[in-house]
């Protein structure tokens, strides 16, 4: 109860601060200062942990700088030129060990709450792998047919250096996160992503959903999600990997059922192998 409304708080005067009419979007938005907004059960409880701390820090900055204040008023040379000499306080002592360690002990619940909460992953309904190259996307949806998709940025290096046309703006896709072949994904069922590295470490990140989980050649790493809203989330590649690392952005729809099984079944038929060649060693 408490962390919530201290959640509602923060957020509503973020909400004031950046602008009133800023919508709801899983992406960024200019002049934002708070988190994008949740759309798993995970993020949901990174956004509270995240509340309960700026809380903490708020009310500890404000106590040391009126103790700052307090200090500079009461104890300067002309306020109190006889200094006191008096040395240790028992008292005093015995606080500031014990308040920081109960402050920390606050903290240490919700934290290993949430990471518990992070690496239980329910029953999932499907997997997805996202392979990360130098520098794009491609992912297999494996159990669910044989196929990988490459997902490309629409903004590349040379469109960003003014050598070539944006091609996110031209498909009304926002600069730097749009890609050519988005993945699909159910609304309501728990994804498994499996991640791994073509070439070196990339890491897949979507921060709406909470979800940032290094690819790395040579490993398989596991991480998962819920999406609870239906919509276009858009996340980028996380782990510095080279001269076109912010140029591989990642574009997840989460759709119904109904609309997912069919873009299986057509990418099913249609997909080839785009990325196959690359990625034939890691496959097997
Ligand atoms: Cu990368």
């Known amino acids: 109860m408490f962390l919530k409304k201290i959640g509602l708080g923060v957020e509503s005067v973020a909400a004031f601060l950046v602008t009133a009419g800023a919508a709801l979007a899983a992406q ?58 008096t040395h240790h306080n028992t008292l005093i002592e015995v606080i500031w ?57 629409l903004t590349t290096i040379d469109a960003a250096a003014g050598r070539a046309p944006d091609a996110a703006a031209k498909a009304g896709e926002p600069r730097l996160l ?14 498994h992503v499996e991640t791994t590295g073509a070439d070196v470490i990339h890491s897949w990140a979507v921060p709406a959903f909470g979800v940032k989980m290094d690819a790395v050649p040579g490993r398989i790493n596991h991480t998962w999600f819920k999406v609870t809203k239906e919509g276009t989330y858009y996340g980028q590649c996380s782990e510095l990997c080279g001269a076109a690392h912010a140029f591989m952005p990642i574009e997840v729809k989460v759709v119904s059922q109904a609309e997912y099984d069919t873009w299986l079944a057509a ?14 060693a890691l496959t097997k």
């Open 28 to 85: 960024p938005q200019p002049w934002e200062i708070n988190l994008q907004p949740a759309a798993t059960p995970v993020m949901e409880h990174i956004e509270d942990f995240h509340n309960l701390l700026v809380a903490l820090i708020t009310i500890v900055s404000l106590f040391v700088l009126a103790l700052i204040l307090w200090i500079l008023v009461r104890y300067n040379q002309r306020a109190n030129p006889v200094p006191s000499k």
């Open 97 to 153: 060990t014990v308040v920081p360690v109960i402050i920390l002990v606050v903290i240490a619940i919700p934290s290993f709450k949430l990471l518990y909460f992070e690496a239980d992953m329910p029953k999932p309904d499907l997997t997805i792998k996202a392979i990360g190259h130098q520098w794009s996307w491609s992912y297999q949806y494996p159990g669910q047919g044989d196929f990988e998709i490459a997902s490309n940025g």
């Open 178 to 191: 749009g890609v050519d072949n988005p993945i699909y994904v159910p609304v309501n069922k728990v994804v």
């Open 267 to 280: 990418k099913k038929k249609t997909a080839s192998n785009t990325g196959g060649t690359r990625t034939a």
